[in-house]
């Protein structure tokens, strides 16, 4: 299974991600990710001030539709509550926003996904608990126009929430179609 990167303040972080075809798969270990201020490598496990972190699973690319995961899981020691959906903003490789790009609730027509378009329920995570929610587009690259490559997502798990900067294994090779579904959380049932 593929890796995925999220970068955070104070370092980066390495982690292997779910996908959706069922039973949670997420797992966290501890991370390397480098202190600046001290010079060096320090291991051990990241978990934001806020007490939650997201991560990015790998990409799924079936016939140029692409489906991804987000797991939210809370790594503090309060409930944390979510309702809705992720708040998602692109960038490029120089981390400029990506212009050009509509993020829709749902499918937005991109594609039929059971329960991708039921409405958001209000999900309470426990700590060690998680939540997913998907992305959905297609590649598809048609007229002469450039083509959409997206290697860094910054995603709010609410609305006040600190994005956090995720490096998806591969990016999101959105092509000419100008669109990202994305489906509101969802309680996995699992724990860390």
Known sequence: MAGC?????????RRTCCD???????????VAYDD?????????????EEGIRVTAGPVNPALGLRAMDLCLENCGTRAYR????????????????????????????????TGFDDPPSPVTLAPGETASAG????????????????????VAARAGSLPLLLTPDGG???GTTGRLGVGPWRTTGGTR
């Open 82 to 113: 979510v309702q809705g959906y992720p708040e998602i903003r692109l960038f490029d490789r120089d981390q400029q926003h990506v212009t050009g790009v509509t993020v829709v609730h749902g499918s937005g027509g991109i594609a039929t996904v």
């Open 20 to 30: 959706r075809a069922g039973a949670v798969i997420w797992t966290v270990s501890a």
């Open 36 to 48: 600046p201020a001290a010079g060096r490598s320090t291991s051990g496990p990241i978990c934001p």
């Open 135 to 154: 992305l959905l587009w297609r590649n598809t690259t048609t007229g002469y126009g450039g083509s959409a490559s997206v290697p860094h997502l910054t």
């Open 172 to 174: 999101l090779d959105l």
């Open 5 to 13: 990167t999220q970068r955070h303040p104070r370092g980066r972080a």
